[in-house]
């Protein structure tokens, strides 16, 4: 498990694009898989890059929980 570095998640809280994540901070998704899928949240955080990235996010329940970037969509 690799975390990223505090310099990538400063660019990435700032809506800056980091190299190889796919969504913004903020941005609304939806959870595809797993066992909160099919809640919406936005995503507050990055757990880990390596070997999958794993973002933490708030759904509409108020709990954070986190959800790999190939398991979510983003909210059209």
């Known amino acids: 498990m690799s975390t990223m570095s505090a310099e ?21 998704v939806t959870i595809l898989a797993g066992e909160h899928a099919g809640m919406v949240g936005s995503l507050i955080s990055v757990e ?3 070997p999958d990235v794993i973002y933490l996010v708030e759904v509409d329940s108020g709990f954070n929980v986190p959800a790999r970037q190939a398991d979510i969509e983003r909210v059209d």
């Open 48 to 50: 880990q890059i390596e």
């Open 8 to 28: 990538s998640l400063k660019s990435w809280l700032a809506n800056e694009p980091v190299a190889g994540l796919q969504f913004a901070h903020d941005e609304l």
